[in-house]
């Protein structure tokens, strides 16, 4: 690709080997919390019986069974879907060129959420197995991103960036409304609806998995492949047409990839807030703006902020008097999000840029 001069992409120095390093570094991390997330459960596991029961020689037979049956795809899914969420908030900000964008911006979050939530309130129960879900979220989050982007739009122009960014929160409240009148009108359905505004992975088993890895399998390169047109767009639009980026289609098609993976993620976790931002800064810190590698980390460390936030919920399980229960990942995203957020407002308001 070829750069203009003064419209270069701000990359550390050494940042080949610093993006070496970052990637061993969370791979490492993230087999470390894999395992920890396999010994906490409603019956504590020691690292060496969790071991010995992810190679398939349990210290004794109801270990695989805990393991296998219930730890194991939770802790996946829970990776899987990091994956989706950070590499759909890294697109959405680069093409976007705003460090602050995520996917509830685009307004596909509340869209998914919505539409899942209509499919398991007025069909009957078990009409739609959970192995579609993904297809259910991908129309919701398609049909309010779609509205977004057009919205947009402007003649004879590439949609403006800052337009996408407040159409889609008001699109996401106007979306958001029509959830929390759902859970008024329907009270019996509370935890249903509550679990996929908040964003858990409580239940989640393999009937879940099968769901989503076969799209994640195409979604994932398929996000990672447009690295180099990410680039070009995050220059500004002038520069990316005089490279030979076709601004508009590429804009267009690089925002519902990020659609994509994000109602992938939802549609088996809920809206799990913040997590799609703060991945990607994070990785913005450690190899710059350029996308071929700030595409792969942030896909990594927002699996592991993902697993280490699911690991914290089930540490705190709440107790209601007699009653326990199991704190949605939602919450702990929720809780360390907001106040990043501001900091990095904050940030931006004393230096003018993240």
């Known amino acids: 690709m070829t750069v203009l001069p003064g419209k270069r992409i701000k990359t550390p120095r050494s940042a080949q080997l610093t993006f070496a390093q970052g990637m061993t570094a969370v791979i490492l991390a993230l087999g470390v919390v894999f395992v920890l997330h396999v010994?906490?459960?409603?019956?504590?596991?020691?690292?060496?019986?969790?071991?010995?029961?992810?190679?398939?020689?349990?210290?004794?037979?109801?270990?695989?069974?805990?393991?296998?049956?219930?730890?194991?795809?939770?802790?996946?899914?829970?990776?899987?879907?990091?994956?989706?969420?950070?590499?759909?908030?890294?697109?959405?900000?680069?093409?976007?060129?705003?460090?602050?964008?995520?996917?509830?911006?685009?307004?596909?979050?509340?869209?998914?959420?919505?539409?899942?939530?209509?499919?398991?309130?007025?069909?009957?129960?078990?009409?739609?197995?959970?192995?579609?879900?993904?297809?259910v979220a991908l129309v919701g989050g398609c049909i309010t991103s779609s509205i977004v982007y057009f919205l947009s739009r402007q003649p004879n122009r590439p949609s403006d960036p800052l337009q996408l960014v407040l159409n889609g929160a008001v699109?996401?409240?106007?979306?958001?409304?029509?959830?929390?009148?759902?859970?008024?009108?329907?009270?019996?359905?509370?935890?249903?609806?509550?679990?996929?505004?908040?964003?858990?992975?409580?239940?989640?088993?393999?009937?879940?998995?099968?769901?989503?890895?076969?799209?994640?399998?195409?979604?994932l390169p398929a996000g990672l492949a447009c690295a180099r047109v990410a680039n070009a767009l995050h220059l500004g639009d002038d520069v990316a047409a005089g490279v030979g980026v076709p601004v508009t289609q590429a804009r267009a098609a690089l925002f519902f990839i990020a659609v994509?993976?994000?109602?992938?993620?939802?549609?088996?976790?809920?809206?799990?807030?913040?997590?799609?931002?703060?991945?990607?800064?994070?990785?913005?810190?450690?190899?710059?703006?350029?996308?071929?590698?700030?595409?792969?980390?942030?896909?990594?460390?927002?699996?592991?902020?993902?697993?280490?936030?699911?690991?914290?919920?089930?540490?705190l399980t709440l107790t209601f008097g007699n009653h326990e229960a199991a704190l949605p990942v939602g919450a702990v995203t929720a809780l360390l999000g907001a106040p990043f957020f501001l900091y990095l407002v904050l940030r931006k308001n004393s230096m003018g840029s993240i």
């Open 39 to 135: 010994c906490v459960g409603s019956g504590t596991l020691s690292a060496r019986e969790a071991v010995a029961a992810l190679v398939n020689h349990p210290i004794a037979a109801v270990h695989s069974r805990i393991v296998w049956e219930l730890r194991v795809p939770r802790a996946a899914i829970a990776t899987l879907a990091g994956s989706l969420f950070g590499l759909s908030g890294a697109i959405l900000q680069a093409i976007i060129r705003n460090p602050l964008a995520e996917p509830s911006l685009t307004g596909v979050t509340s869209g998914a959420v919505l539409f899942l939530i209509l499919s398991l309130t007025f069909l009957p129960h078990g009409f739609i197995p959970p192995v579609w879900f993904p297809a």
């Open 171 to 219: 699109v996401g409240a106007i979306v958001q409304s029509f959830n929390s009148l759902l859970l008024l009108w329907d009270d019996e359905s509370l935890g249903t609806i509550l679990f996929w505004l908040i964003g858990s992975l409580n239940g989640r088993t393999w009937v879940h998995w099968q769901g989503i890895w076969a799209i994640a399998l195409i979604a």
């Open 260 to 315: 994509w993976l994000s109602a992938t993620a939802v549609s088996v976790v809920g809206a799990v807030g913040f997590i799609g931002l703060i991945g990607p800064h994070l990785a913005r810190q450690w190899v710059g703006n350029d996308a071929r590698r700030l595409f792969p980390l942030s896909t990594a460390i927002t699996a592991l902020l993902l697993l280490g936030a699911d690991l914290f919920a089930q540490v």
